[in-house]
């Protein structure tokens, strides 16, 4: 479905040269909830733009379907760590959903405001599609911009730290609204976080990157029950075990001699 | 970048009215007392009553009417000249580029120096007036948006692209959004100088209007009169700043500058 290939960017110009991402190849199967987590600086939102095809990699290549990403495609969706600025502030929650599919000139009028209404029930922000973004608290604004992406109806979410801005408990019940969203619509996720425990409790697989210059220095398949709960799922013996994985390979790749540059 | 319209408390309001009618006093004492020859400056009183005069003459209401027309009409063709060139200019790199010296050579030029050109172009009718409104209106209004289109959100431009907003979308949503609050800056600034403009172009020139008979009253020694119309003008730049903060503050209600204050 998704296949990162020989990924590599090097950030130029000013005189500087930063090699953001050294060489990532890994591949995401259709219908698969995969979490990405490393350290802050070692390049995630760059592999994420790279992969939307917001940013053209320096070498190798992302494949969708089979096919080359070269700029932003319609089978994908992205979700930003700032919601706050992605979203726009002068349009309400529901024209901030319905915006971007008013470009997909397919779609009629009915089916929009249909595809709108079901993506923020999906989110329970329905009461609010009148209020402007700026009137919501931020879990609450991140659960708009996750209903943008939903009605856009993607086949591959991408999400880029997503509830880092958000307080421990909002961010439980966003997990946990992810994790439903993924299961009832059947999408394939690729969820990035600097946190051990967010990936581990989330996702099917977890790749573990190292510090920049940046691999892919590990990749653990999560051997969790399928129905998680924020409570037992945290507190089963194996979740320990994997989250202690996890946390050993960034530690194992962070003490990697560095490479001369 | 736009600062927040200052809410007028009840108090700094009473304060500042106190002040207005301490300038009122001094007025009306000064040449009264004689340290001011009432010559060159009649008591407030006289004013006033010049002031009456002057509101139940149809000449005046005439001249008001032509100053606010060239006033309105330079500014409508400034600020759609300057928000159309900008968002042109500011949207495609080559022609930023290739104007950036051009617009800071001409910018400063000010507009009173082609009062002799205005003249020659169009004697002393409403054209000459225009010219310089729409010079001086144009530059802030065109400046402001250059300034707005920068300023577009690096996420918010990431957003626009992932969903793959076309053209139009993207400066009728993003682009056009961003750039409201400098625009509305500039056009707020723009109607201040449009008026200076007009009225220095009706001094200068006598093209019909407030500035001509402000001139005409004064050749005419009819000193009162002058200091009426004066009045005059300087309340009808402040309703203009008023008028332009309240479109300003219900176009941005969404801006962080202005949706932190209470509701109007
Ligand atoms: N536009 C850019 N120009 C130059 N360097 C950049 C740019 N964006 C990111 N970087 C650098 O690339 C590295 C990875 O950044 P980033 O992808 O934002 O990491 P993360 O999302 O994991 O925190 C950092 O060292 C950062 O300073
Ligand atoms: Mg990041």
Redesign the pocket.
Known sequence: MLDVRGLRKI?G?HGRE?E?LRDLTFTLDPGELVCLV??????????LKCVAGLLAPTSGEVLLDGSPVTGPRPGMAVVFQEYSRSLFPWMRVRDNVELPLRQKKSLGRQRRHALVEDALEAVGLTASAGAYPWQLSGGMQQRVAIARALAYEPEVLLM??PFAAVDAQTRAGLEDLVRKLWQERGMTILFVT?DIDEAVYLGQRVLTLSA?PTVVQDELKITLPHERDQLESRADARFAELRTHVYAQIRAAGTRPAPTA | MTPPPSATRPGAAALGLAGLLGLLLTVEVLPRSGVVSADYLPPTSRIVRALAVELNDRAFWRALGDTLTGWALGLAIAVVAGVVAGVLIGSVPFLRAATASTIEFLRPIPSVALIPLAVLLFGTGLGSTLLLVVYAAFWQVLVQVLYGIQDVDPVTRDTARSYNLGTWARVRHVLWPTALPYVMTGVRLAASVALILAITAELVIGSPGLGSRIAVAQTSQAVPEMYALIMIAGLLGLLINLAARTVERRALFWHQSVRGEAVL
């Open positions: 950030y110009g930063v953001a490393g350290p802050s600086g070692c390049g995630k939102t760059t592999l880029d730290e600097h920049s």
